[in-house]
């Protein structure tokens, strides 16, 4: 069974720093390109980054773009995301997802709440 | 930017079909994802590649996709079916990143 657990969100002040993890079981991990997601409360989804399989490539939201930093360790089946200088429109429900490319992601994970604020 | 435009609500009676619309410039030649999300849940991937079901949706799912529109349809809707859904397409004509529609309530009357 695929399963994608995330971890590593709270509670952080405007200009602080958060490191999510997603730990990936019941699959190839290294074989599948990883996203985040989020979705601000009561708010729709927006796609946040991607990395390729063996970091063949990465790509940005704007929104986040020099901000944040994907990564991922195949060998320990987790997929990163580096969180710095975060601001109040960051808070947000964070999801895990798999995809076979770039295109669309078949499995999700739970999601964990990072929330901005002072 | 590319922007995907969804209703925001959509309502529907028992039995009957429900349609959702995904606009975008173009967006017959782009593929179209579409996810199912409930309250308190994750989304879920209900169709992909305009039309494919992943294994476990109904066949009661079901999407196209051609011009300015793409379409998801649900046939003899059910109570369960109440939820949001999202179309998606990844972008990489100008730039690379996924883009989401900003999601339709379907309401089950």
């Known amino acids: 069974e695929v399963q994608l657990v995330e971890s590593g969100g709270g509670l952080v002040r405007p200009g602080g720093s958060l490191r999510l993890s997603c730990a990936a079981s019941?699959?190839?991990?290294?074989?599948?390109?990883m996203t985040w997601v989020r979705q601000a409360p009561g708010r729709g989804l927006e796609w946040v980054s991607s990395?390729?399989?063996?970091?063949?490539?990465?790509y940005y939201a704007d929104s986040v773009k020099g901000r944040f930093t994907i990564s991922r360790d195949n060998a320990k089946n987790s997929l990163y995301l580096q969180m710095n200088n975060l601001r109040a429109d960051d808070t947000a429900l964070y999801y895990c997802?798999?995809?076979?490319?770039?295109?669309?992601?078949?499995?999700w994970g739970q999601g964990i709440l990072v929330t901005v604020s002072s | 930017s590319y922007v995907l435009t969804q209703p925001p609500s959509v309502s529907v009676a028992p039995g009957k079909t429900a349609i959702i619309t995904c606009g975008g410039n173009?967006?017959?030649?782009?593929?179209v994802h579409w996810y199912q999300q409930k309250p308190g849940q994750a989304p879920v991937l209900v169709i992909y590649?305009?039309?494919d079901r992943p294994s476990g949706i109904p066949e009661r799912f079901s999407g196209s996709n051609s011009g300015n529109t793409a379409t998801l349809t649900i046939t003899r809707v059910e109570a369960g079916d109440e939820a949001g859904y999202f179309c998606?397409?990844?972008?990489?004509?100008?730039?690379?990143?996924?883009?989401f529609g900003g999601g339709t309530k379907l309401t089950v009357l």
């Open positions: 998606q397409v990844w972008e990489s004509s100008s730039d690379h990143r996924g883009v």
């Open positions: 590649l305009d039309s």
């Open positions: 997802a798999r995809g076979p490319g770039t295109g669309y992601y078949d499995h």
């Open positions: 990395i390729g399989t063996s970091w063949t490539y990465i």
């Open positions: 173009n967006i017959g030649s782009k593929s």
């Open positions: 019941g699959f190839t991990f290294s074989a599948y390109t």
